[in-house]
Structure formats: structure tokens, C-alpha cells
């Protein structure tokens, strides 16, 4: 990529994605990384007052830029992401927040621009509630935060996780505990196939916290399964944390550990409180 172009990938992938925490913990959906990330690339250009039905003009030169793809005019990746959005305008059952099942596509439209890499789309009239003037209980994260992550599931599970996340938590630096159901969790990242939590957890766990903890700024996950009674697990609790809040307990404790070297060092000072007699030579 030229030079020139560089500073403009920066703005994109600093850009905000913003969804209804209903849409990130209470829809099933499958969509392949590559789906979820040109999604999440279209729903960044939505801005805080846009109206449903507000038209975006997709640039596949800029999206592959951001998102590390390859890209030549009418190669194979440009194709690729071409069949991706028409994909992504297909009708197709989605499980929503009320637990209705809904032929829904995340793109209602999408019309290529003749001689162009532009594509002018706009999103289904059903994600509208979800992500248009959203004002209360939502999510907002950076593009730069998801779009390293190469796994479907790492991509979902860090906006479940990112989810019970505040805006302030961020910015102040945090640790918390979210604990979430093990069937809850398989059918939020619509994977039923793994009976064994073994499987599951090495497979989709650990590959999904790897990445995240890689690449995301601003979270960090730890997880412990948990077991109700019997043997098979149950439920599992993630530690969630921020590089900040690792800063802050850090400086906290180098600030307890100079106070006690300090007080070590004035009662090593302080006079003993023994009477000293001094004999002055006859």
C-alpha cells in the first residue's frame, strides 16, 4: 500500500462499531469471519444520528486495507468479497433478542458502482432497532480491536465478553467476573456440535482467548469452567481486565512498596529512646 493511503487505514480502523447489547448477547446467527468483519466494517460507518434506511458507500479498496486482505482489481479476494456482501444480503433464519425466528439479512440491498471498487448498501429494516440512534444499553468498540482476529468464534466471544463492558470502565481501567452459561454460550456463537467440554474448550475457548488476548487493547480474558454438582460443566466465569487497570494496581502496588520502604527507613532512623552517657576526659 502507498504511503499516502496509510494514514486513512489508521482512521478506519479507529473507527466505532455500535450494537444493541440485545444484538451481541441474545441473537444466534453464523456468518464466517470474513462476514462478520465486512459487516462490522459496514456498520462503523453508521453515524450516532443517521436515520434507518440511511445509505453507506462501501470502498472494497479500503475494506481490504483495513482489514489485511489482499486485494487486486477483479481478483480472486475482490470477487470473494463481492459473493461475501450478496451473501450478506440473502434472507436467512436468525433467532432475535425475543427469541423470535426471523428471515432476516444483515444487508437489505447493495448496488456495485459501474467502473468502480464502490459498493452502495443499506441494512435490513429488522437490524434498525439494534444499531440506528441507539441510546442507552449498547456497546461501542474500535474496528482496530476486531479486525486482527482470524476465528469466527474469537470475533463473537470478544463482543459477548466486550459486551459487559462500560465506555467508563475503559477509560478508568477495570476487573470484573461475567459468568455465562455453557449451553447459553454454544448457542450465542451457534456451535451445538461439541458434546465434549473438552472439545469445545480447546477448539473455541483457548483459540478465541488467545487471539484476543493478542490483539485487543483494551481487554484481557482469563476463564475458570465451573461445575454445578455433578461432573460436566456448567457454567464459565471470565476474568475480565484492562492493560489500564493492570497499570493502575501496578502503580498502586510500587506506591504500597515505597510507603513501607519509607517507614522502614525513619523507624531504622529514629532514636532508640536509651539513655546515652558521654564521659568527658579529666
Sequence with gaps: MKDKEQPRVKEIRKQYVVKANDLIRKTRYALTAQQQKIVLFCISKIRPNDPPGTEYEIDIRELCAACNIEYTEGGFYFREIKTDIINLTQRYWVELPDKTLSTVSW???????????????????????????????????????????????????????????????????YHKHVTIGLSELKHSLDIMNYDRWVDFEKRVIIS???????????????????????????????????????????????????????????????????????????
Design 107 to 173: 444487508i437489505g440491498d447493495a448496488d456495485i458502482i459501474p467502473y468502480s471498487s464502490k459498493v452502495i448498501i443499506h441494512f435490513h429494516p429488522k437490524m434498525a432497532p439494534y444499531l440506528f440512534q441507539l441510546k442507552e444499553r449498547y456497546t461501542q468498540y474500535r474496528l482496530e480491536d476486531v479486525l486482527p482476529l482470524k476465528g469466527k468464534h474469537a470475533i463473537r466471544l470478544y463482543e459477548i465478553l466486550r459486551s459487559y463492558v462500560t465506555a467508563r470502565e475503559i477509560e478508568e481501567g
Design 208 to 282: 478465541s482467548i488467545n487471539e484476543i488476548n493478542k490483539y485487543s487493547q483494551d481487554m484481557q480474558v482469563t476463564y475458570e469452567p465451573q461445575r454445578d454438582g455433578g461432573r460436566s460443566i456448567e457454567k464459565i466465569v471470565f476474568n475480565l481486565s484492562s492493560p489500564r487497570a493492570k497499570q493502575i494496581l501496578t502503580a498502586r502496588a510500587n506506591k504500597r512498596q515505597r510507603l513501607e520502604v519509607k517507614k522502614t527507613k525513619k523507624k531504622a532512623a529514629a532514636p532508640s529512646g536509651e539513655q546515652i552517657t558521654f564521659t568527658l576526659p579529666e
